[in-house]
């Protein structure tokens, strides 16, 4: 079977080899890969800088759905012909995350599933709502579940509150999909006039550009009556926080989720002085994977692709991401 290895640090690196098709044991199930999703993990582990003492060659990718085509002795979750996702972090099943979770991350902690037949623990795996194309699913594992843990799990928001969210990638714009179901309103940032157009018509009441205005925390002020957003998803990391800090109301809430726009010096007292809770999410449970795929099934939302690419073409997605054209989901299926 084919899989896609990575034999050195850098996308030029990546390349596909063969391997044997697997067999599962006990308690597992084999999956016939059908699509897969990127996100800005894998090009970090790509380029080495995510785990630079990362152990090569290595299989990457971590968010992808296939079918069950064989089952180890003792499964009971799932049948051959479900249509599943491997779960984010292999090992957390539910209530609060622990150590032994946060080490099994596919494709970053242990070995990704970038290949065409894939065993994975049946403790490991969600079917996912029927509505979905694989395309569609393979975006759920990661994107879609950091945004819904931060705004529902953790989050609470309610009908009416106001979010902030930061440029068009997988996780804003899910995170944009779940407020709009909730009822909330969502204000959007973007380098992009074309791009702002368009989570305005996904249902954001604003868009700001960050190019045209950098003090953008003020317009976001000013657009909530000088009170400031109730909950920000904050994916740029210390370069924008302070920004977030700035356009958070008091008591409000940051869900600090990336480190997209890279380093810079954070001012704490704003934390203090207004009461901001802070949370870092890393993802969630295979529990709210479930409640989250309840909701998407109700609703049938569907999440949104920018582009799909073939197997082989690997560097080209990662390349794709890098360029930070996307709107909403990369993905890549076999072809």
């Given at each position: 079977m084919k899989t896609i290895t990575l034999a050195a640090f850098g996308i030029e690196n990546l390349q596909i080899i063969d391997r044997p098709e697997p067999t599962p044991g006990p308690g597992q199930v084999l999956l016939k890969m059908k699509a897969w999703s990127l996100n800005y993990r894998d090009?970090?582990?790509?380029?080495?800088?995510?785990?630079?003492?990362?152990?090569?060659?290595?299989?990457?990718?971590?968010d992808g759905v296939g079918e069950v085509i064989g089952v180890g002795d003792g499964v009971t979750r799932v049948k051959v012909g479900d249509r599943v996702a491997g779960c984010?972090?292999?090992?957390?099943?539910?209530?609060e995350l622990n150590d032994a979770g946060a080490k099994s991350g596919l494709g970053g902690n242990i070995e990704g599933i970038a290949a065409e037949q894939?065993?994975?623990?049946?403790?490991?795996?969600?079917?996912?709502?029927?509505?979905?194309?694989?395309?569609?699913a393979a975006t759920l594992p990661c994107a879609a579940l950091t945004a819904w843990n931060a705004l529902v799990t953790q989050g609470k928001l309610k009908a009416n509150q106001t979010v902030l969210i930061q440029g068009t990638g997988g996780v804003s714009i899910f995170a944009?999909?779940?407020?709009s179901l909730l009822g909330a309103r969502v204000i959007a940032t973007s380098s992009s006039n074309a791009k702002l157009?368009?989570?305005?018509?996904?249902?954001?009441?604003?868009?700001i550009n960050y190019k045209e205005t950098p003090n953008w925390e003020e317009k976001v002020k000013e657009l909530t009556g000088g009170a400031g957003v109730d909950h920000v998803v904050e994916v740029g990391g210390a370069a924008t926080f302070n920004q977030s800090l700035k356009a958070v109301r008091l008591g409000g809430r940051i869900s600090l989720i990336g480190v997209l726009a890279g380093k810079g010096e954070v001012n704490l007292m704003p934390v203090l002085m207004k009461g901001v809770c802070v949370q870092g999410i890393f993802v969630g449970s295979r529990a709210m994977f479930e409640a989250m795929n309840r909701e998407i099934a109700v609703e049938e939302l569907r999440p949104v692709v920018d582009r799909v690419f073939a197997f082989g073409e690997i560097q080209a997605a990662l390349k794709h991401m890098e360029a930070g054209a996307h709107f909403g989901k990369i993905c890549i299926v076999v072809h």
């Open positions: 090009l970090l582990v790509a380029k080495g800088l995510y785990n630079p003492k990362l152990k090569l060659p290595f299989v990457p990718l971590s984010f972090m292999q090992r957390w099943i539910n209530g894939v065993i994975l623990h049946e403790d490991g795996v969600v079917k996912f709502p029927d509505h979905l194309t694989d395309e569609e944009l999909q779940f407020a157009e368009r989570v305005k018509q996904m249902g954001a009441s604003d868009g």
